[in-house]
């Protein structure tokens, strides 16, 4: 079994910035790809930002130039910073992995963690 546990969210003004982290535990052999997504009220989880276990990345458009993912393999962890928020980054972010166990190669969400931008 494994967990993903995502923190960092909270109140912030617009052109503020966050930092959330996703920490991985667990039966964990390998961690392939780790990704951040977000779902705001009345609307579709969308794609915001993933890593692959040697670095390439990938962003949703709307968060290009803004955000940064990162991770430390060491740790199981990913991390997003978000710089310049704005009102329409309001939404519960989840983490997801695609892990490798010692069984199969699984998929994870986190519960999600608010973040909300105020005008």
């Known amino acids: 079994q494994v967990q993903l546990v995502e923190s960092g969210g909270g109140l912030v003004q617009a052109g503020g910035s966050l930092t959330l982290s996703c920490a991985a535990s667990?039966?964990?052999?390998?961690?392939?790809?780790m990704g951040w997504y977000r779902q705001a009220p009345g609307k579709q989880r969308e794609l915001v930002a993933t890593i692959t276990k040697v670095g390439s990345i990938n962003y949703a458009d709307s968060v290009k130039g803004r955000f940064t993912i990162s991770r430390d393999n060491t740790k199981n962890t990913a991390y997003l910073q978000m710089n310049t928020l704005k009102p329409e980054d309001t939404a519960v972010y989840y983490c997801?992995?695609?892990?490798?166990?010692?069984?199969?190669?699984?998929?994870?969400w986190g519960k999600g963690t608010q973040v909300t931008v105020s005008s």
């Open positions: 667990g039966s964990i052999v390998s961690i392939n790809v």
């Open positions: 997801n992995a695609e892990v490798v166990t010692t069984l199969m190669l699984e998929y994870y």
